[in-house]
């Protein structure tokens, strides 16, 4: 029932920009933190952002001052803003997100995971 659902993967050149999104749907009672990770090929899993309900940040070192999380809790979406990308960003981008299910329930989800591509 519960799913999160990423889109805005690809390719680009180094320098250029990409936005990708990651909407939470299903039986949620409410959604609190949500963010980003990546998984570049043989290497371990890392975080990218951090966001929480009440809209606090937190950005791993790497991507500090490039990137911007955000989110619409609306419409249960957080975004990922990637500016000035380098080919050390190549990676597949995971959405996360730690939901309360009915009967109070805490429950942790995974998306599918998005591939960006960054050449150059």
């Known amino acids: 029932q519960v799913q999160l659902v990423e889109s805005g993967g690809g390719l680009v050149q180094a320098g250029g920009s990409l936005r990708l999104s990651c909407a939470a749907s299903?039986?949620?009672?409410?959604?609190?933190?949500m963010g980003w990770y990546r998984q570049a090929p043989d290497k371990q899993r890392e975080l990218v952002a951090a966001?929480?309900?009440?809209?606090?940040?937190n950005y791993g070192s790497s991507v500090e001052g490039r990137f911007t999380i955000s989110r619409d809790n609306a419409n249960n979406t957080v975004y990922l803003q990637m500016n000035s990308l380098k080919p050390e960003d190549e990676a597949v981008y995971y959405c996360?997100?730690?939901?309360?299910?009915?009967?109070?329930?805490?429950?942790?989800?995974w998306g599918q995971g998005t591939p960006v591509t960054v050449s150059s």
């Open positions: 996360s997100a730690d939901l309360i299910l009915p009967l109070g329930i805490p429950a942790h989800y």
């Open positions: 966001i929480s309900s009440g809209g606090n940040s």
């Open positions: 299903g039986s949620i009672v409410s959604v609190n933190d």
